[in-house]
């Protein structure tokens, strides 16, 4: 079977012989990989005029929405990806990792775009900068999406999440897409590509898909375009110095593999919770994917006294892990992706025992259930020590990307810090420790040249994701050796498709643009009370002033009466004197109160509730006598989706500021209210 490529919104087979790609367990023809024919200029072309200007039309809620029904369609086709996913070399829990962990990443994606990204075209980035001495000048960032495509080169260890994990912020984004996936496995790409273009569910040109070598690619991209890369260093180096990204600045994210470690806390002994928690997972990360994951253990830092009792609880583990065929229930770890990984990978086996001994594997592989190990990919688990971590060299500068780890040991914690230090920077570092105390001084000490740190006990394990499991919500990525860039990491990432732009103007200029008031800016009012206006009808920037209210003594002892706050500030006169206050004051959430008490209009209206407060400062205390006022303007407003049964409403964030009889501001905040859409109300 020959795969296609997508390119232009048409499937195309590549020309020439192409590239067979064999299974992983049986040796045998899976399919033919060519992209000879394939027009790449074309491909940017479309992507920036078609894809782009479609996907920029659309807001972030509206492109979360879009995410949130193809990660819904591809959930219900996913048993078909599991079924060829094998083919690769991944047992049941593998493929969960690559499909369900991509189409996860979806889900996170849909929900932080309507959570946390305005429903707006643009971003706001950072509170307002004041720039002139009397405020009449003022400057904003803002970020809004390249008008170029984000092409993405994917690694062979995981085609569906490393496809999905880039497409989500990309597409969040308002940037179109060009995958490439490693020619290796991209036949289970290519399977789940078909069901995104048949979903029906992205703008033209939103997507397009490269199966087989990227050709000119590279040399049509330029500044509006972003590269994001995985795979090894060598590769990415070579990509991000060609002429094309260098001269025409184009962002490059790189995400090489690394020399990840584990470290033992030196409080765990033999037979704790924490012993347990930590062989298991250097087993689990030495043999998940075949130990072809970019965050694996590599490194496994123990203290001095502890390496004789880590090695044998891990040669004990390592004997009951079942090789073979990927397809059978009781088979718990596959052969490598193919055969080119296998000699590459004794290859750097045989680097790293000039400097460490094998005391598990290392041979034959051994074993193998249900295939012949000589027509598939399969390697022996194996287990090094070396005892003379830090002028042993080869276990922290050479990576077998496969089952294969080293066991060090540590004198102390520094000790162990510096050892993690010598992989010259790693997308995950682990430390197994119940001692908070030994965490900080860990965390802290490796935090520097590590994109990811996993801590865990006794308390967290259950619930703990691992060492080797990049989330959608954090950082993905590692400095030095692991590349230098950053994936994912919740808005993060749709952020690195984007263009911060800084805005310099008057407030009321910034404001217009922005659509969310900001201090300085016109503030028009209207004899109508704003809470009888209807969404639609509220302007940005409209102000209510109300009338005013004294303070009185009486006040602040009702207050505590059905508060229960007779905090002493409030309630006893002399120490309230000797207090930075000098004299009894008000209660802050009083203040809050009576200032709602001035704002609200009691009658049944567009206003439906009050959904919430934020930024609540108490700026100047409130003296019995003080008389109070407030502002009330309309900061900003987002309009949410109207459920089958609900009410159409938005959300509308008010600016509400109380100030004294001296025109002191005494408390500032925000309040967010729920108000019927009337145009569809009606």
């Known amino acids: 079977m020959k795969l296609n490529s997508y390119a232009c919104g048409v499937w195309v087979e590549g020309s020439g012989q192409g590239t067979t790609l064999l299974h992983a367990v049986t040796g045998e023809p899976v399919a033919i990989a060519s992209s000879e024919g394939l027009d790449f200029k074309a491909m940017t072309v479309y992507a920036r005029r078609t894809g782009g200007p479609a996907l920029r039309a659309l807001t972030f809620h509206a492109r979360a929405r879009m995410l949130k029904a193809l990660a819904q369609y591809l959930s219900e086709r996913k048993e078909s990806y599991y079924a060829l996913s094998s083919a690769t070399g991944a047992t ?289 688990i194996t287990l090094l020590a070396c005892n003379a971590p830090f002028s042993s060299l080869a276990p922290h500068t050479v990576e077998a990307f496969g089952p294969v780890n080293t066991v060090m040991p540590y004198d102390r914690v520094t000790d162990a810090v510096e050892l993690a230090k010598l992989g010259h920077g790693s997308l995950c570092a682990s430390l197994v420790t119940a001692d908070d105390g030994v965490a900080r001084e860990f965390v802290l000490g490796v935090a520097p040249y590590h994109g990811r740190v996993y801590v865990v006990d006794r308390h967290s394990a259950k619930e703990s994701t691992g060492h080797g499991s990049p989330l959608p919500h954090l950082v993905h990525g590692g400095p030095g050796r692991a590349g230098g860039g950053e994936e994912m990491g919740g808005i993060r990432g749709v952020l690195h498709y984007m263009q911060r732009t800084a805005i310099q103007a008057s407030p009321t200029t910034v404001t217009r643009v922005t659509n969310e008031w900001i201090p300085g800016a016109a503030q028009p009012s209207d004899r109508v009370h704003p809470f009888r206006r209807f969404f639609e009808e509220l302007e940005i920037g409209e102000t209510l002033t109300t009338h005013r209210r004294t303070i009185t003594e009486a006040d602040i002892v009702n207050f505590a009466g059905i508060s229960g706050d007779h905090f002493y500030a409030h309630m006893d006169d002399v120490a309230a004197r000797e207090s930075i206050f000098e004299r009894r004051v008000a209660h802050g959430y009083f203040v809050i109160a009576a200032a709602a008490g001035l704002f609200v209009d009691p009658a049944p209206g567009p206003v439906l509730a009050n959904y919430g407060m934020e930024s609540l400062r108490f700026v100047k205390p409130v003296y019995p006598g003080d008389t109070i006022q407030v502002k009330l303007t309309c900061k900003s407003k987002t309009a949410r989706d109207t459920p089958a049964d609900g009410i159409p409403q938005g959300v509308v964030a008010w600016d509400v500021n109380v100030s004294n009889q001296n025109s002191e501001l005494v408390a500032t905040y925000t309040i967010l209210t729920l108000v019927r859409r009337g145009a569809e109300a009606s």
């Open 92 to 380: 049941r829990t593998d493929s969960w990792i690559d499909i369900d962990g991509g189409i996860g990443t979806l889900f996170v994606y849909a929900s932080k775009g309507r959570r946390e990204l305005p429903n707006e075209k643009f971003y706001i980035d950072g509170p307002v900068e004041g720039i002139s001495k009397g405020g009449t000048f003022v400057g904003r960032h803002i970020a809004t999406s390249r008008e170029g495509v984000g092409v993405h080169i994917n690694a062979f260890n995981f085609p569906v999440w490393g496809m999905l994990e880039k497409v989500a912020p990309t597409l969040l984004a308002g940037v179109p897409a060009i995958v490439k996936p490693a020619t290796l496995t991209s036949f289970l790409t290519e399977r789940v590509f078909r069901d995104i273009v048949a979903s029906g569910i992205l703008p033209e040109g939103a997507v397009q898909l490269i199966c087989g070598s990227a050709g000119d690619l590279l040399e049509h991209l330029d500044g509006q375009d972003a590269v994001a890369f995985t795979g090894s260093a060598s590769t990415g180096r070579a990509l991000m110095a060609h002429p094309a990204i260098v001269s025409n600045a184009v962002r490059f994210n790189m995400e090489a593999d690394s020399l990840n470690c584990s470290v033992l806390g030196p409080d765990v002994t033999p037979g704790s919770k924490e012993f347990d928690i930590f062989t298991k997972e250097v087993v689990r990360e030495m043999t998940s994917k075949a130990g072809q994951k970019c965050t694996a253990i590599r490194r496994t830092i123990v203290p001095i006294g502890m390496m004789e009792y880590v090695v044998d609880a891990l040669t004990k583990r390592l004997r009951d892990v079942t090789v073979g065929d990927p397809a059978l229930d009781n088979v718990k770890m596959g052969p490598l992706a193919g055969r080119t990984q296998v000699r590459e990978v004794r290859a750097s086996l045989d680097a790293i025992r000039a400097g460490a001994e094998i005391v598990f594997g290392g041979g034959d592989v051994g074993e193998v259930v249900g295939a012949d190990p000589s027509k598939g990919a399969f390697f022996p």
